[in-house]
T-cell receptor, first 114, second 114 residues
Framework: NAGVTQTPKFQVLKTGQSMTLQCAQD?????MSWYRQDPGMGLRLIHY???????DQGEVPNGYNVSRSTTEDFPLRLLSAAPSQTSVYFC?????????????FGPGTRLTVL | AQTVTQSQPEMSVQEAETVTLSCTYD???????LFWYKQPPSRQMILVIR??????QNATENRFSVNFQKAAKSFSLKISDSQLGDAAMYFC???????????FGTGTRLTIIP
């Protein structure tokens, strides 16, 4: 299993450009989520999904869109990038149900918006 | 909303010694999960240890153990026999349901002195 994969690893954008950060998992996990990591602030939840066709907002959703058309993929879209979106982005996935299921994180995407 | 506080931005320890990282949290729930994650320079998020709030016994994983004080809402991580590979950022995290919506602290950077 490849686990959770993210592409690209690095990206530089200009203000106002759009792009999609890709996230895929091959573990048949129902739950997927996106976090951003900023210096001194830890990881913060952007959006999450409990299954195909179901998404919801996390703590910092503004400026980001998501969709979940398949179990495997959970892309994060920046429609008009802003310098405040410069960050490292992590995707994570886990099973649902039962008392506990470990979340598996991808390797992250470092995004710089100029 | 739940909050997680790590009051030690940086810590250092001599190799083979023991170090304790502090974490406090705020929640009105009685059942929840607490975690310690390690983030080495590779950026990968690695689960170190978890604690279920309903369990009175402190979790232990090899050289890593926690001191869970539910009434005080305190969750510290003790690393025994510190090794060079333990050098990393350590994040404390909270989740109401175990595998969803993690709330992270701001992290503690641990340096191991040879």
């Amino acid at each position: 299993n490849a686990g959770v994969t993210q592409t690209p690893k690095f990206q530089v954008l200009k203000t106002g450009q759009s792009m999609t950060l890709q996230c895929a998992q091959d573990m048949n996990h129902e739950y997927m989520s996106w976090y951003r990591q900023d210096p001194g602030m830890g990881l913060r939840l952007i959006h999450y999904s409990v299954g195909a066709g179901i998404t919801d907002q996390g703590e910092v959703p503004n400026g980001y869109n998501v969709s979940r058309s398949t179990t495997e993929d959970f892309p994060l879209r920046l429609l008009s990038a802003a310098p405040s979106q410069t960050s490292v982005y992590f995707c994570a996935s886990s099973r649902t149900g039962g008392t506990y299921n470990e979340q598996f994180f991808g390797p992250g995407t470092r995004l710089t918006v100029l | 909303a739940q909050t997680v506080t790590q009051s030690q931005p940086e810590m250092s320890v001599q190799e083979a010694e023991t170090v304790t990282l502090s974490c406090t949290y705020d929640t009105s729930e009685s059942d929840y999960y607490l975690f310690w994650y390690k983030q080495p320079p590779s950026r990968q998020m690695i689960l170190v240890i978890r604690q279920e709030a309903y369990k009175q016994q402190n979790a232990t994983e090899n050289r890593f153990s926690v001191n869970f004080q539910k009434a005080a809402k305190s969750f510290s991580l003790k690393i025994s026999d510190s090794q060079l590979g333990d050098a990393a950022m350590y994040f404390c995290a909270y989740s109401r349901f175990g595998n969803e919506k993690l709330t992270f602290g701001t992290g503690t950077r641990l340096t191991i002195i040879p």
